[in-house]
């Protein structure tokens, strides 16, 4: 029986990256097959080209053997093939069934599309109210019309980009046995991760990409997770070990107490009550499923937002809730946002003008509001050198770095404003392996000098690695700081989907 | 008819360009186009008509044209902006600009040229009722289609695919893109719509509101039709309410010349429709509704 | 085969130059057909449009003069646009200058000289930062849509204006017609160049120039501007607060167009009258573009763009052109650079046909 998806050859060029080059791969019918590689390894590159979205430049794609020209989704839907992005592709200001609608190729009747909605929903355990709009839906149920809309179209082959990124653990497992349901009804899926263990857990087979040429084909569940990291990423790459820490007894250097703030916009989430205190040398991590605060919780401590009562805030006793950011700053609280291009960085500006982008406060890079150019090379010069960012010169735009060197760019900036408590989100999201274990050594000696760390982060395995203890936030309310060794990977779980049964702080 | 039937079939004739171009504008910037060209359309169609129909005799051709001339400069500015990119503020004010001096330039010739008016349709039927009847029935065509349009285009948004698509290509085009749906096509048709309908209503002011032909007739008309959109909050039957609204700013104004509210002078009335835009906007902005489709206004570059 | 916009990962420098000379040239050759459409000899049209005016002492003058508010007002209106801005309403701002400015003239006269002119430019810088301050409220703490707000006020300006001037204002010796007293001579800005009605606004525009270059490349408040623009997010991660981008940008730009409408009250035209501009405020967004939002830039296009306006008037006259050329020329222009100006940012890619199975 011939593959139910099958490439060859399949090259795809964007300027300045050869993203796939000469990629072969095939999924048997009934199979859970993993694409495997660490960021910017090709892979969500290679889907798309799967699904239409993007054209090889050159390459084959062969379905049921048969080689098929795929222009655009609408071919590929009508051959049976069905997506779910990382990126959701969902309307918010429309409903859950005018969302259903706009992925199908056919025109069916409202009526009639609710009921198989439903009736798919209630099969795989994938409930949803159809006319709900999709703003209001939580993450996880936005995930579940996103498959519930590709199961609508009775897929021959599902692919599915990095699903589990927004997910509680439990609702990852349940994610799982709806998958195992799904192969076993006869539809191949294409499953993208760069999480080795539920790769193992669920997938038969698994491709390993690495820098846009595959490396090497395996049966997951006979390999170790060792040897898997290693074909991904091709070397060996040293992530820093963070000694328990005794912090009884250090000074606190931030403490927040009943910080409350109203949602920004329709969208938004409001903050309630969030209270906890960050210690000299602590690095404190908070979980939890994006969309549950995180965003209005930097920007609540960075200053870009004010808190309605001063002393909700405090640095060294001293309330800083009424500081807009240059005020904070000077007071030494740094703060680095989890969106590279856009709010942490500008892309069309130089690296040495978004040196002098968060810096000017702090150091003396300005003199009686005029700038200080000699000053400021000087500085950007300083963060590449000691940062290890590979970069042709000061003068290039931003957004001409990949992703990993503008990331260790951002943090080497901040850093190296020597700060008193530094605000980290999502630092290592979306960036290759070497660069993220560098952002992690860097944060571990950051703390190890003195600086307070406060790490917000979606990757549960980065904070059970660099934090010293966890908080879980939900729906804009913080769970109580919990020692790291004393948690495990089931209570989190739960908190991070609002369930905490044993209420227990340190 | 009685003065009070009077003033209100005046406030619905002189809702009617508002109405056309507003309703085109809203289709636009549903679909994530920010075209703030509507003036500069909105005159090249009056020109356009009035010039056709004068010499051709034929009012009806005029409205043709009108309709064609707008679509043709709304092209132009779909490939200044979908195609090729281009900042779309800026090239807005640019096809402002440039229809504003191509009507005048069309239109040297025809100062003081009598006009062909349009004829009136009174609905056979409808218009013998007591007042509604001489209020909604006894107007031209182009009156009409404006009343029309409000629930034409919401059941379009609402309950048709092709409204749907056009919906999902203002609210996050990325997604309609990945999803297969021509952006760059649904957007391009949009805007073609939009010329269309701004030309007709330039040319319901120089065919029938009043059949002549000055520079800048339009005063800021199309502006207002901008902000009728955001009044509306992007929902058609809103739309209707707010153009009557200022039809009514506009005919009191009128009359309050007329009535001799002498302590006024003609000018300080004549600020009434343009400082009641910037109270509406206000108004709108306080209640919180503003809900603008998510991608107005930015560029879509579809990867290939 | 097919043809398509690729992004570049930098933005082409050289391009950016060329583009607005590119534009020029197009617009030259557009008009050319324009003026064969029109019935003329498209080679003595153009001569009468844009060589001509200027080949004597008193065309460079009036160049100048025509140039010195464009400039002004453009070097405020980049400044805002830099920063996401959309100033539109500068013909509003230009008018409430000339009106305060000129009030001081008609109703302080003895103040007399040398107090008296400075004390009139100030009244039109204040005038029309006043005039921008309402549309900065409405956007800054309302979030209200600052192109319609700041477009509306400028009808409501010319309407004051004509109140004025039919008005209170009316010089009673005017035989009725619709004009202010003319200012007197301590309210008129001193000509700089004999034989021209070139005068003080001129060499004010054009040291404004270099003074806006500095700010811009130096000036940490220009520098946020820019990132406000570029992305606002960033803008308020960096702690430049949008409220404070937003007045700065409408106040700057308010107060320069205040600034160029009292000199051309107090300058070329000597006294209040209903039309005080030609639509300086509207056209110089035209010169703010084509100089690609940099001081240099604004003033070289500010003196092609005041070449399109006498052109325009020369035309008429020498070649019985409508003098509604000028308005079309101005929009074409625009239109081409930002046809232009898009190979900057991308760059033109042939894909090579596939095979189709």
Same mark, same amino acid.
């Given at each position: 029986?011939?593959?139910?998806?099958?490439?060859?050859?399949?090259?795809?060029?964007?300027?300045?990256?050869?993203?796939?080059?000469?990629?072969?791969?095939?999924?048997?019918?009934?199979?859970?097959?993993?694409?495997?590689?660490?960021?910017?390894?090709?892979?969500?590159?290679?889907?798309?080209?799967?699904?239409?979205?993007?054209?090889?430049?050159?390459?084959?794609?062969?379905?049921?053997?048969?080689?098929?020209?795929?222009?655009?989704?609408?071919?590929?839907?009508?051959?049976?093939?069905?997506?779910?992005?990382?990126?959701?592709?969902?309307?918010?200001?429309?409903?859950?069934?005018?969302?259903?609608?706009?992925?199908?190729?056919?025109?069916?009747?409202?009526?009639?599309?609710?009921?198989?909605?439903?009736?798919?929903?209630?099969?795989?355990?994938?409930?949803?109210?159809?006319?709900?709009?999709?703003?209001?839906?939580?993450?996880?149920?936005?995930?579940?019309?996103?498959?519930?809309?590709?199961?609508?179209?009775?897929?021959?082959?599902?692919?599915?980009?990095?699903?589990?990124?927004?997910?509680?653990?439990?609702?990852?497992?349940?994610?799982?046995?709806?998958?195992?349901?799904?192969?076993?009804?006869?539809?191949?899926?294409?499953?993208?991760?760069?999480?080795?263990?539920?790769?193992?857990?669920?997938?038969?087979?698994?491709?390993?990409?690495?820098?846009?040429?595959?490396?090497?084909?395996?049966?997951?569940?006979?390999?170790?997770?060792?040897?898997?990291?290693?074909?991904?990423?091709?070397?060996?790459?040293?992530?820093?070990?963070?000694?328990?820490?005794?912090?009884?007894?250090?000074? /606190?250097?931030?403490?927040?107490?009943?910080?409350?703030?109203?949602?920004?916009?329709?969208?938004?989430?409001?903050?309630?009550?969030?209270?906890?205190?960050?210690?000299?040398?602590?690095?404190?991590?908070?979980?939890?499923?994006?969309?549950?605060?995180?965003?209005?919780?930097?920007?609540?401590?960075?200053?870009?937002?004010?808190?309605?009562?001063?002393?909700?805030?405090?640095?060294?006793?001293? /309330?800083?809730?009424?500081?807009?950011?240059?005020?904070?700053?000077?007071?030494?609280?740094?703060?680095?946002?989890?969106?590279?291009?856009?709010?942490?960085?500008?892309?069309?500006?130089?690296?040495?003008?978004?040196?002098?982008?968060?810096?000017?406060?702090?150091?003396?890079?300005?003199?009686?509001?005029?700038?200080?150019?000699?000053?400021?090379?000087?500085?950007?010069?300083?963060?590449?050198?000691?940062?290890?960012?590979?970069?042709?010169?000061?003068?290039?735009?931003?957004?001409?770095?990949?992703?990993?060197?503008?990331?260790?760019?951002?943090?080497?900036?901040?850093?190296?404003?020597?700060?008193?408590?530094?605000?980290?989100?999502?630092?290592?999201?979306?960036?290759?392996?070497?660069?993220?274990?560098?952002?992690?050594?860097?944060?571990?000696?950051?703390?190890?000098?003195?600086?307070?760390?406060?790490?917000?982060?979606?990757?549960?395995?980065?904070?059970?690695?660099?934090?010293?203890?966890?908080?879980?936030?939900?729906?804009?309310?913080?769970?109580?700081?919990?020692?790291?060794?004393?948690?495990?990977?089931?209570?989190?779980?739960?908190?991070?989907?609002?369930?905490?049964?044993?209420?227990?702080?340190? | 008819?009685?003065?009070?039937?009077?003033?209100?079939?005046?406030?619905?004739?002189?809702?009617?360009?508002?109405?056309?171009?507003?309703?085109?504008?809203?289709?636009?910037?549903?679909?994530?186009?920010?075209?703030?060209?509507?003036?500069?359309?909105?005159?090249?169609?009056?020109?356009?008509?009035?010039?056709?129909?004068?010499?051709?005799?034929?009012?009806?051709?005029?409205?043709?044209?009108?309709a064609l001339a707008g679509a043709l400069l709304a092209l132009l500015f779909g490939l200044l902006t979908l195609t090729l990119l281009a900042n779309q503020v800026a090239s807005g004010l640019a096809l402002t600009i440039f229809g504003v001096g191509l009507s005048s330039l069309l239109g040297a010739g025809f100062v003081g040229v009598p006009g062909e008016r349009l004829p009136r349709l009174d609905i056979p039927g409808l218009s013998a009722w007591p007042l509604v009847g001489p209020v909604l029935f006894r107007h031209d065509i182009l009156v009409y289609l404006g009343l029309l349009l409000p629930p034409g285009l919401a059941l379009f948004l609402r309950r048709t695919r092709a409204g749907r698509i056009l919906r999902a290509c203002g609210e996050n085009a990325d997604a309609a893109h990945a999803l297969g749906h021509p952006v760059?096509?649904?957007?391009?048709?949009?805007?073609?719509?939009?010329?269309?309908?701004?030309?007709?209503?330039?040319?319901?002011?120089?065919?029938?509101?009043? &059949?002549?032909?000055?520079?800048?007739?339009?005063?800021?008309?199309?502006?207002?039709?901008?902000?009728?959109?955001?009044?509306?909050?992007?929902?058609?039957?809103?739309?209707?309410?707010?153009?009557?609204?200022?039809?009514?700013?506009?005919?009191?104004?009128?009359?309050?010349?007329?009535?001799?509210?002498?302590?006024?002078?003609?000018?300080?009335?004549?600020?009434?429709?343009?400082?009641?835009?910037?109270?509406?906007?206000?108004?709108?902005?306080?209640?919180?509704?503003?809900?603008? &489709?998510?991608?107005?206004?930015?560029?879509?570059?579809?990867?290939? | 085969?097919?043809?398509?916009?690729?992004?570049?990962?930098?933005?082409?420098?050289?391009?950016?130059?060329?583009?607005?000379?590119?534009?020029?040239?197009?617009?030259?050759?557009?008009?050319?057909?324009?003026?064969?459409?029109?019935?003329?000899?498209?080679?003595?049209?153009?001569?009468?449009?844009?060589?001509?005016?200027?080949?004597?002492?008193?065309?460079?003058?009036?160049?100048?003069?025509?140039?010195?508010?464009?400039?002004?007002?453009?070097?405020?209106?980049?400044?805002?646009?830099?920063?996401?801005?959309?100033?539109?309403?500068?013909?509003?701002?230009?008018?409430?200058?000339?009106?305060?400015?000129?009030?001081?003239?008609?109703?302080?006269?003895?103040?007399?000289?040398?107090?008296?002119?400075?004390?009139?430019?100030?009244?039109?810088?204040?005038?029309?930062?006043?005039?921008?301050?309402?549309?900065?409220?409405?956007?800054?703490?309302?979030?209200?849509?600052?192109?319609?707000?700041?477009?509306?006020?400028?009808?409501?300006?010319?309407?004051?204006?004509?109140?004025?001037?039919?008005?209170?204002?009316?010089?009673?010796?005017?035989?009725?017609?619709?004009? !202010?007293?003319?200012?007197?001579?301590?309210?008129?800005?001193?000509?700089?160049?004999?034989?021209?009605?070139?005068?003080?606004?001129?060499?004010?525009?054009?040291?404004?120039?270099?003074?806006?270059?500095?700010?811009?490349?130096?000036?940490?408040?220009?520098?946020?501007?820019?990132?406000?623009?570029?992305?606002?997010?960033?803008?308020?991660?960096?702690?430049?607060?949008?409220?404070?981008?937003?007045?700065?940008?409408?106040?700057?730009?308010?107060?320069?167009?205040?600034?160029?409408?009292?000199?051309?009250?107090?300058?070329?035209?000597?006294?209040?009258?209903?039309?005080? !501009?030609?639509?300086?405020?509207?056209?110089?967004?035209?010169?703010?573009?084509?100089?690609?939002?940099?001081?240099?830039?604004?003033?070289?296009?500010?003196?092609?763009?005041?070449?399109?306006?006498?052109?325009?008037?020369?035309?008429?006259?020498?070649?019985?052109?409508?003098?509604?050329?000028?308005?079309?020329?101005?929009?074409?222009?625009?239109?081409?650079?930002?046809?232009?100006?898009?190979?900057?940012?991308?760059?033109?890619?042939?894909?090579?046909?596939?095979?189709?199975?």
């Amino acid at each position: 029986m011939p593959p139910r998806l099958e490439l060859r050859g399949i090259v795809k060029r964007f300027p300045g990256v050869l993203a796939n080059d000469g990629i072969d791969l095939a999924v048997a019918p009934g199979e859970i097959h993993a694409l495997l590689g660490e960021n910017g390894a090709g892979k969500s590159t290679l889907v798309k080209i799967v699904y239409g979205v993007l054209q090889p430049d050159a390459g084959e794609i062969l379905i049921d053997g048969r080689p098929v020209a795929m222009r655009s989704p609408h071919d590929a839907r009508r051959l049976g093939i069905a997506m779910v992005f990382q990126h959701f592709t969902l309307f918010e200001a429309m409903t859950v069934l005018e969302n259903v609608a706009l992925a199908l190729e056919d025109e069916i009747p409202f009526p009639e599309l609710e009921r198989r909605l439903l009736e798919v929903g209630a099969r795989y355990g994938l409930e949803l109210a159809p006319r709900r709009e999709v703003h209001g839906l939580s993450v996880g149920e936005r995930q579940r019309l996103e498959v519930v809309r590709c199961l609508l179209q009775e897929p021959r082959l599902l692919i599915m980009d990095e699903p589990t990124s927004v997910l509680t653990p439990q609702e990852a497992e349940a994610l799982f046995r709806t998958l195992a349901r799904i192969a076993a009804a006869g539809t191949s899926i294409l499953y993208i991760s760069h999480r080795l263990q539920e790769v193992v857990e669920l997938c038969d087979r698994a491709t390993i990409l690495r820098g846009g040429r595959v490396v090497a084909t395996v049966e997951p569940r006979r390999e170790r997770v060792e040897t898997l990291a290693r074909l991904m990423v091709g070397e060996e790459v040293r992530e820093p070990v963070r000694a328990p820490q005794r912090l009884a007894g250090r000074a /606190p250097v931030l403490e927040v107490e009943g910080l409350s703030l109203p949602a920004d916009h329709p969208f938004g989430v409001a903050l309630r009550e969030i209270s906890f205190t960050l210690h000299r040398g602590e690095i404190l991590g908070i979980a939890g499923v994006a969309g549950n605060g995180q965003r209005e919780l930097v920007e609540a401590l960075s200053g870009e937002r004010l808190a309605p009562r001063p002393e909700s805030i405090r640095i060294h006793a001293r /309330p800083i809730g009424h500081l807009d950011v240059a005020g904070r700053r000077r007071l030494g609280l740094c703060a680095l946002p989890e969106e590279r291009l856009g709010h942490a960085a500008v892309g069309e500006l130089t690296l040495a003008e978004n040196a002098l982008l968060s810096a000017w406060p702090r150091l003396a890079l300005t003199r009686l509001g005029w700038i200080r150019p000699r000053a400021v090379a000087a500085f950007a010069g300083e963060i590449v050198r000691r940062f290890d960012v590979r970069t042709p010169g000061l003068e290039v735009a931003a957004a001409s770095l990949s992703g990993g060197n503008l990331q260790k760019f951002v943090v080497g900036r901040e850093i190296l404003q020597h700060p008193e408590v530094l605000v980290v989100a999502q630092p290592t999201w979306g960036i290759d392996a070497a660069a993220a274990a560098a952002v992690h050594r860097d944060l571990v000696a950051l703390a190890e000098a003195g600086t307070a760390v406060l790490l917000v982060s979606q990757d549960l395995d980065e904070l059970f690695m660099l934090a010293d203890r966890i908080a879980v936030l939900h729906a804009g309310r913080l769970f109580p700081p919990m020692r790291t060794r004393d948690v495990d990977l089931g209570r989190i779980g739960l908190m991070m989907a609002g369930i905490d049964r044993e209420a227990e702080s340190v | 008819m009685d003065p009070l039937t009077a003033v209100l079939a005046s406030i619905i004739a002189a809702a009617t360009p508002l109405l056309l171009a507003a309703a085109g504008e809203l289709v636009v910037e549903r679909s994530g186009v920010l075209n703030l060209g509507v003036e500069g359309m909105m005159l090249t169609g009056a020109i356009a008509a009035f010039a056709t129909a004068t010499t051709s005799g034929n009012p009806h051709l005029g409205i043709l044209a009108a309709a064609l001339a707008g679509a043709l400069l709304a092209l132009l500015f779909g490939l200044l902006t979908l195609t090729l990119l281009a900042n779309q503020v800026a090239s807005g004010l640019a096809l402002t600009i440039f229809g504003v001096g191509l009507s005048s330039l069309l239109g040297a010739g025809f100062v003081g040229v009598p006009g062909e008016r349009l004829p009136r349709l009174d609905i056979p039927g409808l218009s013998a009722w007591p007042l509604v009847g001489p209020v909604l029935f006894r107007h031209d065509i182009l009156v009409y289609l404006g009343l029309l349009l409000p629930p034409g285009l919401a059941l379009f948004l609402r309950r048709t695919r092709a409204g749907r698509i056009l919906r999902a290509c203002g609210e996050n085009a990325d997604a309609a893109h990945a999803l297969g749906h021509p952006v760059i096509r649904v957007r391009y048709l949009a805007l073609l719509f939009g010329g269309a309908t701004s030309g007709l209503a330039g040319a319901f002011l120089s065919l029938s509101y009043t &059949p002549l032909w000055i520079e800048e007739m339009t005063a800021g008309r199309g502006w207002i039709a901008l902000a009728l959109v955001v009044f509306a909050s992007w929902s058609p039957w809103r739309l209707l309410l707010g153009a009557w609204l200022f039809g009514g700013v506009t005919i009191l104004e009128l009359h309050a010349q007329g009535l001799g509210l002498v302590a006024v002078p003609a000018q300080v009335l004549s600020m009434l429709p343009y400082l009641a835009t910037i109270a509406v906007l206000l108004v709108i902005a306080r209640s919180g509704r503003l809900r603008a &489709p998510a991608c107005l206004g930015r560029p879509f570059h579809p990867p290939v | 085969m097919r043809i398509g916009l690729e992004p570049r990962i930098e933005r082409s420098a050289a391009v950016a130059l060329l583009a607005p000379v590119v534009a020029v040239l197009l617009t030259l050759l557009a008009g050319a057909i324009l003026f064969a459409l029109l019935g003329h000899a498209p080679g003595a049209a153009l001569y009468a449009f844009f060589i001509s005016p200027i080949d004597s002492r008193y065309g460079l003058g009036e160049l100048g003069v025509k140039a010195a508010p464009l400039v002004l007002i453009a070097l405020g209106l980049a400044f805002g646009f830099r920063a996401g801005v959309w100033n539109i309403g500068a013909e509003g701002q230009f008018t409430l200058g000339a009106i305060c400015g000129g009030g001081i003239a008609l109703f302080l006269p003895d103040v007399g000289a040398p107090w008296l002119f400075p004390l009139m430019l100030l009244a039109g810088v204040l005038g029309g930062m006043l005039w921008a301050a309402i549309p900065a409220l409405l956007k800054a703490r309302f979030e209200v849509n600052e192109i319609l707000t700041s477009l509306m006020l400028s009808y409501v300006a010319l309407l004051l204006l004509s109140t004025l001037v039919h008005g209170p204002w009316k010089d009673p010796e005017g035989f009725g017609f619709p004009q !202010s007293r003319l200012f007197p001579e301590a309210a008129t800005a001193p000509l700089v160049l004999a034989g021209t009605r070139l005068h003080l606004g001129a060499l004010v525009a054009l040291l404004a120039v270099p003074v806006a270059w500095v700010v811009e490349r130096r000036a940490l408040g220009a520098f946020g501007a820019r990132v406000a623009g570029l992305a606002p997010a960033a803008a308020r991660y960096a702690g430049f607060r949008r409220p404070r981008v937003i007045w700065a940008a409408m106040l700057i730009s308010g107060g320069l167009a205040g600034l160029a409408g009292v000199f051309e009250v107090a300058g070329p035209i000597g006294q209040l009258v209903p039309r005080i !501009s030609p639509g300086y405020g509207f056209t110089a967004i035209i010169v703010a573009f084509l100089g690609r939002l940099h001081p240099a830039g604004v003033l070289l296009a500010g003196l092609v763009v005041a070449l399109s306006y006498i052109g325009a008037e020369n035309a008429q006259i020498e070649a019985g052109l409508p003098q509604a050329v000028g308005g079309v020329f101005q929009g074409m222009l625009l239109f081409f650079l930002l046809g232009c100006e898009v190979f900057a940012r991308y760059r033109l890619r042939v894909y090579p046909a596939r095979r189709r199975a």
